[in-house]
């Protein structure tokens, strides 16, 4: 087989929509086997039915999940080789109209289940030779945006856990390298429910785009791809922000 990632065995969660659908689609094509775990199965099947992956419940947030989700996979594919943590939920509400109850859950989806997510995924990773777990954070771990504040927290979690994730391996002598994407505003279903336009997908045009254009999935999904990659040995605890410029403009 041949292919980028080719023979490797991938979980991506969330991958039944938006970014996580794309990273599914790119990791199948270059020729890994991958595993489609949603909350919601029936996303999830419908896009490992396209790609010809696997398929599973999986909610991010339920320790008990994870490691059902982890013995299946080891049980049928004998290994791991990339962990994909994009699930993700958000909330637009700032510090004064959260509460506590939005905060928590905000951070048992975003936060605590790519904390989950690592600590089941590396045993398996490690007992296969090694592997390349990828954190999707967002630009709101690095900007102060005041109606994402538990998001924002959440990220800020993410972009944090896989450098201690990334030493911890190096320490330990694991060959699994950790790293976050960081992606500007991208056209998916969450994007479209922030904005007050569900259902009402815009196609991003071809080519270098404009600043202040929204990216397609796809951009992410080739970050991934790279970091899922061998040809990424070299990267570890890094942070790949993918967003046109946003949050490095003095303007
Ligand atoms: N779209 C953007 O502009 C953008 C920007 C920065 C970061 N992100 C991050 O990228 C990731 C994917 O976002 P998206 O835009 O594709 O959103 P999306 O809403 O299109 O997809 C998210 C998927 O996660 C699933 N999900 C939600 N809660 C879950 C849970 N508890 N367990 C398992 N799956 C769960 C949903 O069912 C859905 O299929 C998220 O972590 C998001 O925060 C997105």
């Known amino acids: 087989?041949?292919?980028?990632?080719?023979?490797?065995?991938?979980?991506?969660?969330?991958?039944?929509?938006?970014?996580?659908?794309?990273?599914?689609?790119?990791?199948?094509?270059?020729?890994?086997?991958?595993?489609?775990?949603?909350?919601?199965?029936?996303?999830?099947q419908k896009v490992a039915d396209a790609i010809g992956g696997v398929a599973m419940a999986l909610d991010v947030a339920s320790e008990e999940q994870w490691i059902a989700t982890i013995r299946a996979i080891e049980d049928r594919f004998g290994r791991l080789d990339i962990l994909v943590n994009n699930a993700g939920v958000v909330l637009s509400a700032d510090v004064e109209g959260?509460?506590?109850?939005?905060?928590?859950?905000?951070?048992?989806?975003?936060?605590?289940g790519v904390f989950l997510g690592c600590k089941y995924a590396i045993p398996l990773m490690n007992r296969g030779g090694g592997g390349s777990i990828i954190n999707m954070s967002s630009t709101g771990a690095l900007l102060g945006y005041p109606i994402f504040f538990a998001y924002s927290a959440a990220k800020?979690?993410?972009?944090?856990?896989?450098?201690?994730?990334?030493?911890?391996?190096?320490?330990?002598?694991?060959?699994?390298?950790?790293?976050?994407?960081?992606?500007?505003?991208?056209?998916?279903?969450?994007?479209?429910?922030?904005?007050?336009?569900?259902?009402?997908?815009?196609?991003?045009?071809?080519?270098?785009?404009?600043?202040?254009s929204k990216g397609a999935p796809a951009d992410i999904a080739a970050m991934v791809l790279f970091l899922a990659s061998d040809e990424s040995r070299f990267v570890t605890g890094a942070e790949f922000v993918v967003d046109n410029a946003v949050t490095i403009r003095p303007f």
């Open 1 to 44: 087989m041949t292919g980028r990632v080719a023979g490797k065995v991938a979980l991506v969660t969330g991958g039944g929509s938006g970014l996580g659908k794309a990273d599914c689609e790119a990791l199948a094509r270059e020729g890994a086997v991958v595993i489609v775990t949603d909350v919601r199965l029936e996303p999830a």
């Open 98 to 112: 959260t509460t506590l109850d939005q905060f928590r859950f905000v951070n048992a989806v975003m936060s605590e």
């Open 156 to 212: 800020g979690a993410v972009r944090s856990m896989t450098k201690s994730i990334a030493v911890m391996c190096q320490e330990k002598g694991y060959k699994i390298r950790c790293n976050s994407v960081h992606p500007g505003a991208i056209e998916t279903p969450m994007v479209q429910e922030a904005e007050g336009r569900p259902g009402d997908e815009q196609a991003v045009p071809e080519g270098v785009l404009p600043a202040g």
